[in-house]
């Protein structure tokens, strides 16, 4: 069932991939495909996700990476991308935001700098292309 599964998102993108190459337009209030629960293992949305937590850690203030600690659910819906909304929980890591500093990070759980949000990240994403956008994100402390 997983391997179908599997075969019919490839499929799917195809066809998003063959629409958007013949039709080009920015209706994203445009869903050719409602919102449908996706695994969490999926190669698009660990690719959206890395790319989401980058985005948040280039834009955060905090002088410390965050990385994702679990991710609790994954949405998809086509519209003229592939849209994913991804409800993770973040912590902040032990690892100062210098350059290359990011490779082996581990997150704060018993300091006085252990900081912890819950966020909801939309990503488009057109992976055929390399192209990924956040297109929002909220994050709450908890």
């Known amino acids: 069932m997983t391997r179908l599964w599997g075969t019919y998102q490839l499929l799917l993108a195809l066809l998003v991939a063959l629409v958007a190459g013949q039709h080009t337009y920015k209706d994203t209030d445009k869903v050719l495909w409602e919102l449908k629960n996706v695994s969490s293992s999926s190669g698009n949305v660990k690719q959206c996700l890395w790319f989401a937590m980058q985005e948040y850690n280039k834009d955060s203030e905090d002088k410390f990476f965050f990385q994702v600690v679990k991710v609790l659910r994954v949405q998809m819906q086509v519209t003229d991308r592939l849209e994913y909304f991804i ?56």
Request: net charge positive; proline share 4%.
């Open 87 to 142: 409800d993770a929980e973040i912590s902040r890591t032990n690892c100062r935001k210098l350059p290359n500093s990011n490779e082996n990070c581990v997150v704060k759980n018993t300091s006085k700098l252990e900081k912890r949000q819950m966020c909801t990240f939309c990503v488009g994403a057109l992976p055929w292309h390399g192209y990924f956008t956040v297109m929002k994100k909220q994050c709450v402390d908890i």
